[in-house]
Every structure is written in C-alpha cells, then in structure tokens.
C-alpha cells in the first residue's frame, strides 16, 4: 500500500574540488572530484496532489532540476522542501531536491526503480537543468564522496575517505554554477585534474581540504570575500577552504570559530538520501486550498 | 598527527537471498543477492598496541579475517570488540570486524587507503577465511544493498532499495557459514538467481523479504525450528524470513511482537561503516597488563 506521503533527507553536498566531462549522454556527464556530505540538508515532503507544484518553506518556486523528475513519473505531486543551508552557495541544493523528489515519487508510485536507478533519474535533470554535475552521486553515498569517474552509477565511479570530523561553514554570498559552468573550463580542469591526483596520493580530510584550497586559487574560482576568511582561518592553524561552487567558507574542527567568527556547526554525513519519518517540513500557508 | 585509538560503527549485515561466485582472484570471488544493514552492529576500537590481538567483551578470540586484515598493515594493533548481535547468527560479523580492523589500522597507519581500498582488503580477508562472500561490501555501503555483481569496489556492482523500515529479529542459534559454502550450492545458487531476478522487477522491502523467504524454503536452507516461526509471523499477516546464514529470524516491522515473541528491535542502518567518537568499547580486565 502506497504511503500517503514520504519524507527524505538527503544531505548537502560540498565540492572542493572538481573538473568538468561532457558527453552526448547526460548520464555519462559529470564531474571527477571530491567534496563532503553534511548532517545539515534539505528535507523533502511528496505527496500526491492534483497538479505538481514545488514549495519551499512557504513560497511556490520553480526548479527546473525537480520539474525534469517530476515529468518521469505518471503523477502529480506536491514537493514541499525546507533546507538547513542557504540556495545557491555551494551545497548541492538543486541536485538535493532532485533526489528527495525521485525518492518521494518512487515511492507513491509504482514503486519499480532502484536506489541506482532514481539517482540516475535525478542525476540527468541535475545535469540537463546545468545545475549540478556530482552533487547527486555524492550525496546518495554520503560521507566524503570522492568522484573517481564522471557520472551517473553504471557509468561514473564513486569512492571516498573513511574519516569524520565536525564541519564548521559562513556563507556569504550567491554564486551562478550555470555561468561559471558556462566560461572557459581549461584551466579549472586543469587543477582539478591534479588535485584529484594527489588527493588519491594521501586520502585524507586534510589533504583534501589543502588540495581544495589550491584548487580554489589555481582555478581563479576562489572569490575576494572568501579569500579573506581562508586566509585568517589558515593564518590560526586551520583548514578552510571555498564550496563549489558559492561564496561559502568551509572550515574542518574549530577553524572558523577559533578564527573569530560564528560559523554553522554541523558534521560529516554518513548516511546519505534517506527515508525518514522524523523530519518537520513547514507547510505553506496557501497549501490547503490547492490540494 | 595519527589518533591514540580509532573508534569504529560497522552495522550487521542480514542476507536474505544469494548466490555464490567464485573466482580464482578473491577481490572478484563474492555473492550476488540482497540484505539489510541493521542499526545494531559491530563496535570496534583499534589502538596502537606492542604485539596485535584481538578481545571480544573481555576476552581474547581468534578471527582469521581480523588476522588477514592485520597482516596488511606495518603496525601492531589491539583490537578491542563489541557487538549488538549474537556472533554466528547470520549478522555478517566477521567481515564487520575485519572491516572495522581495517578502517583503524589504515587512520593509526600511513593513511595511504581510500574507502574502496580498506573494503577490497575487509572483502578478500573474509573471502579467504571463509567466513563471508557479500557483507563487507554491504556493510560499507549501508541501507538496503542489493549486490547486482559479486565482489568488491571495481569489480562487483551495488545497488540498492530506497526505503527504511524497523526492523525486528530472534536469534534461535548458529549456522557454519563455512559449511554451507562447501555444500553442494547448485540448487542455492538456482534459487538465489530467480529471487535476485524477482527482485529487481520491483525493488521495495516486501519484495525482498518475500523472496527471502522463497529463497530459503528453494535453496532448503530453512532450518525448521526458523520455519516454524517465520510461518506464524506470516499467519499474522507479516513479513518474516531468515538470516543467510545463521538461525535467526528478521520480521519487518512489528511480525515478530505481533506474533507473541520479544524480538530484539532496530531500524535500517544508512550509515555503512563509520567512524565515530561516541563509541563505548568494553576493555577486558587484563588489557592494562598487555599494553
């Protein structure tokens, strides 16, 4: 018996480092790179509705990511999101609500796709939207995802690093993936190319916290304003580096903290897009009269 | 700078339904089928040590698996063990140590190994000691992991059903995985294709548990005393099968309360092995003077 509504958490993702591989298959599209889940996300609710509409945390929004999920099942469904970390500052979030919503449908509906097949699914509207090349394999893994080839599963090869650490961030500010992902990538392949090579030299949290560190620069994607904050928060012992792609400070342990700042305090994930039946999703006021 | 002392999750491993591949190379030798990775599971702390030795709640064991694992890493080691769940029963937990082994050795170590290669070593140490063919790559991955190709990271393929569930189970008593393996497995291996097949044309937990139990009657695993109890649960209108390979029966849900038993209870674990710092670790009497 179909639920009546399911909720999924699925865990924000940070980049530190990446570079770019287009094919003509969506699915073989993506990115090599490695970045961190967090026990901080974005929480979905799906239920069916009459016509499909996507709310977060109050406000009707279009998500071009959710709609091209939603056009994959035969169902109308209500997507209602809330999220721990901000939009458009380097967490995934696109690809995040993508998943939770192939997850949520799956689920009331026929319910004949497996986890490698939603993540697929939810990989090319990530993709096709050109909001997201490896947020969704890595936080359907969870942990410290490590991209070793581009893509979807079957196609794409995911490792990672057996660690865990508290995870401090400061987001300070918006930053288009599509338009940085729409310049001249030569050089930000380049250096993301070599720090993934050295990362798999000595996989651990620190070395990819350096190796993003240096991606940042080599890339010339590190903004003015994070700059100043890594800076500090190295000048003090600590590792810090730039989300990928957002104007957000990472930081591993205390880094920000001890550095002066009042940093977001979270973990490293562990368990990747789940169900769950534990999870507050504010509904919005308007919600009644459309279902 | 390395840790005093690692602390390790690894959740226990159900199999419901499989078949047996061998190859002449270990990391490609595995099974094919499905399970559940539990909640409750196996604590392991490993800690830099003068010779290596392994403690299970206070006292000294031998695990070939743990020894494998151990003979890979330049470093002695004490390995200290708790577990949730009754050893032999079908919980996976000889790869669950031999995993959570390599995990410590490699933080206390050159941390020179990436996830994958810390699974590859758990796989092949249990492929060799003959005590497992598909936990450790179950137990890395969390949830509910459905292996699609037999063997480790690079050369099997997981995959697996996105749902979460409590889960119940009763352990009755042992089976010698061992001894199973070097049965006749043709008439296992017949019924463990058709199920994983099954399966596959609809992935969810009543599928799984079902062809579990088809599984179980097909392959004649079944010991009677589990059947008898799988079957009231079944008469009660719930979910039951058995732990492949040990005397225990799973329910999904409340099958085995609402049958009239006290099941011990948990949920699906999503983690996968993990590190942790909340782990408490019985240290046995006569640690102090080893050290």
Known sequence: MAPERVDIF?????????????????????????????????????????????HFEGTTIAVEAVDRVLDQFELEAAVSVRSDVPLGAGFGASGAMALGTAIGCNALSDRRRTANELATLAHVADVEAGTGLGDVVAQM??????????????????????????????????LSTKSVLAGDLDRLNAAGASALERLLEAPTLETFVSESRRFARGSELLADEVADVVDEVVAGGGQASMAMLGKTVFAVGTGLSDAGYEPEVCEIDHGGARRGTDVRVFYPPDRQSQL
Chains 1, 2 share one sequence.
């Open 141 to 174: 893994r969870g942990g410290i995802p490590i991209r070793r080839e581009p893509g979807a599963p079957g196609y794409g090869r995911l490792d990672g690093i057996a660690e865990t650490a508290r995870i401090e961030y400061l987001p300070l500010g918006e």
């Open 10 to 54: 699925v865990p924000a993702h940070v980049t530190g480092l990446f570079s770019v591989h287009r094919r003509d298959d969506p699915r073989a599209t993506g990115s090599r790179g490695a970045g961190m889940t967090l026990s901080d996300g974005i929480h979905v609710a799906v239920e069916p509705a009459d016509a499909s509409v996507v």
